[in-house]
């Protein structure tokens, strides 16, 4: 029987809680498009609710006096954490985030999901091109 290494036994946790299912209509998609997305809330569908810019190194800015922050990808299935910023999880809210390209027209979407105990909810941030 062999011994997990410590990355491999940090890769197991990070994607048992960060990982969720995705619905047919999404797939993983393993490299981070650069550039300007705009969601759509959970909560609210019938409008754009933020956006925010996101640089090939992984920092990510919001649109507005919001801040921003770092994340990172696993590419293997495209489970993204966000290290720091107004994404990153704290003691109202547990984020996690998938990376996915939508299966209709191609487009990349990171869906953000937002779990405060009691509610879970997704944000969907397409990327404009």
Known sequence: M????????????FLTASSF???????PL????????ACRSGLDFSTFTFSFD???DGSYQ????QGG??????????????????FASDDTVKTAAR???????????IIIRYDFGNV????????VK
């Open 2 to 13: 062999s011994i997990p290494t410590t990355e491999a036994l940090v890769a197991s946790i």
């Open 21 to 27: 299912e995705l619905s047919s209509s999404y797939v």
């Open 30 to 37: 393993s490299k981070l498009h650069p550039g300007y997305y």
């Open 54 to 56: 996101v640089a090939s």
């Open 62 to 65: 919001l649109r507005g006096d």
């Open 69 to 86: 922050g770092v994340v990172t990808i696993l590419p293997e299935n495209g489970t993204m954490e966000f290290k720091s910023g107004p």
């Open 99 to 109: 990376n996915t390209t939508r299966v209709s027209d191609g487009n990349s979407v």
């Open 120 to 127: 879970i909810t997704d944000d969907y941030c397409a990327l």
